[in-house]
């Protein structure tokens, strides 16, 4: 459910409760309202609508009748699919902080890594970028301090409590573990619903 | 009729840009566009182009272009010190170029930015989701989804203006020395003496800065755990405060969501200020 509105100027930021499917319900809005909604930004537990005009915005009882009306299964009936991912771990620098600050052995990290289960929990941050929830607990590293300016294109990396992916070069403020080998096109990628398994295969690089 | 421009000096991040890219944020396709998109639509009103047409955005350093053909051309923002065949031309005028000459340009003084409109519609710019802005890293838009070369062709349809507008045009040169936001969402992350620094800074830009974002130089306090559980959604204007204490202010190509505090946001039309500011040069932070 909604817990805040925020209207600021001719945008509207929503808290949802932690449980809410935030993703979906964005792409709910932005398909129903599309006339009045310019871009929907999706997060976690918070979505940005950006309205073309300041007169076009809903008010705070209608998202929460629409969000009532999602719930009630509109996307419900989605399938999960699943996209097999082979990558290689690497003994980067970054990895090894997260070694020492975790206090875990790079056995440990891998077994962790590879018996845990992911899911495509959104797209964000970058063009091909995925937010895959199941990262194991003690394997959470918050984000770096200040950014790395470069990570290259497919780099596997963790931030917070996510397993992220890059599919392009860019800044990354997350720690880069890995890279990899066989990600599918932007196209590809954007056809991926949320929930999608993603079942990797990890080769150690030394 | 066609029109034939070929770039003979790629100037520094020459870029076609337009409005932007909208509606497709959820999947993190950024916004890009104009980094001044006052500047830039008054280039294209002077040819006569539709307002939200694409143009070449220069930044810092200007393009050299040879005209195969007759154009109407207008430059704005920057001043880059532009030429015609070595004679001087004036920002915010419709100038008429003959087939065969040359403009030229050198670095700007004042300013960053400079946009340069040609009359006509382009024929052979790449569009990627709705836009013709240049998005290097995914390759879209643009001519072939990069940055200008040497010897990129650029080929214009002349259907819509081949005359020379008459406006009268008094742009007032925009003000750099302070520039205007408003509280972001996690602003109270700040302590009480952050907030008096970044209120009473002379901040810079960092030659380390791109049109994803703008690193500022002078710091405000260290605070390691200020970081968010979780990523948040951010637009150009946006403010992050980094753990180390760095400001940085995300721009047009910017991400669609981030996981630092967003202690301020920088309004649209303050953007088009604030992304008119070179490295180095001093301005101080206010609130609206």
Redesign the interface.
């Known amino acids: 459910m909604i817990e805040k509105y925020?209207p600021?100027?001719s945008?509207v930021?929503l808290d949802l409760s932690p449980e809410s499917n935030c993703?979906d319900f964005?792409?709910f809005l932005?398909s129903v309202h599309?006339n009045e909604l310019?871009?929907?930004?999706?997060?976690?537990?918070?979505?940005?609508l950006?309205y073309k005009q300041e007169r076009d915005m809903l008010s705070k009882e209608f998202l929460q009748n629409a969000y009532h009306l999602f719930t009630k299964g509109v996307l419900a009936s989605k399938n999960p699919d699943t996209l097999n991912l082979k990558a290689t771990i690497k003994s980067t620098e970054d990895l090894k902080l997260i070694l020492n600050s975790n206090q875990l052995s790079l056995d440990d990290f891998i077994n962790q890594l590879s018996t845990a289960s992911f899911k495509l929990d959104m797209?964000?941050?970058?063009?091909?970028?995925m937010?895959l929830d199941g990262l194991p607990k003690e394997l959470h590293m918050?984000?770096?301090?200040?950014?790395a300016?470069n990570c290259p294109a497919n780099s596997l990396a963790i931030?917070?409590?996510y397993l992220g992916v890059y599919k392009?070069?860019?800044?990354a403020?997350w720690f880069i573990i890995g890279q990899i080998l066989n990600l599918p096109s932007?196209e590809k990628l954007?056809t991926l619903n949320r929930g999608t398994k993603i079942v990797f295969e990890f080769i150690y690089e030394a | 009729m066609r029109l034939k421009i070929e770039i003979l000096h790629k100037g520094m991040l020459s870029s076609i840009q337009d409005i932007g890219r909208?509606?497709?944020?959820?999947?993190?396709?950024?916004?890009s566009g104009w980094m001044d998109k006052r500047s830039a639509q008054i280039a294209n009103i002077l040819v006569a182009n539709e307002i939200d047409s694409p143009n070449i955005e220069m930044t810092m350093q200007s393009v050299s272009m040879l005209f195969h053909d007759t154009a109407s051309i207008a430059i704005t923002g920057a001043d880059m010190k532009f030429k015609i065949d070595e004679i001087p031309i004036e920002l915010n005028k419709t100038y008429s170029v003959s087939a065969g000459s040359k403009l030229t340009g050198t670095y700007a003084k004042e300013g960053f930015r400079s946009y340069l409109a040609i009359g006509g519609t382009p024929v052979n710019y790449l569009k990627s989701y709705d836009s013709y802005s240049t998005y290097p890293?995914?390759h879209f838009g643009g001519l072939n989804g990069t940055y200008l070369e040497q010897g990129d062709i650029l080929i214009f349809d002349r259907s819509i203006s081949e005359s020379l507008i008459d406006i009268n045009t008094e742009i007032s040169p925009l003000d750099t020395d302070r520039i205007f936001l408003?509280e972001g969402?996690e602003f109270n992350m700040l302590s009480d003496t952050d907030k008096q620094i970044l209120l009473n800074t002379k901040f810079k830009i960092s030659a380390?800065s791109n049109r994803?974002?703008a690193r500022l130089e002078g710091l405000v306090s260290?605070n390691?755990s200020r970081?968010l559980?979780?990523?948040?959604?951010?637009?150009p204007g946006t403010i992050q405060c980094?753990?180390?204490g760095?400001l940085v202010v995300l721009l047009q190509d910017a991400?669609?969501?981030?996981?630092?505090p967003r202690v301020g946001?920088i309004?649209p039309n303050e953007l088009n200020k604030f992304n008119q500011i070179r490295p180095g040069k001093t301005f101080n932070l206010s609130f609206s």
Request: charged share 15%.
């Open positions: 925020s600021l100027v945008r930021s993703y964005s792409l932005k599309s310019l871009d929907v930004i999706p997060s976690k537990n918070e979505i940005l950006c797209f964000g941050f970058i063009p091909g970028f937010y918050p984000r770096k301090s200040s950014p300016y931030g917070g409590q392009y070069p860019s800044p403020g932007l954007h | 909208f509606g497709y944020k959820h999947l993190a396709i950024p916004q890293y995914c408003i969402p380390n994803m974002g260290r390691e970081t559980d979780n990523s948040v959604p951010v637009t980094l753990p180390n760095q991400q669609t969501t981030g996981g630092y946001i309004t």
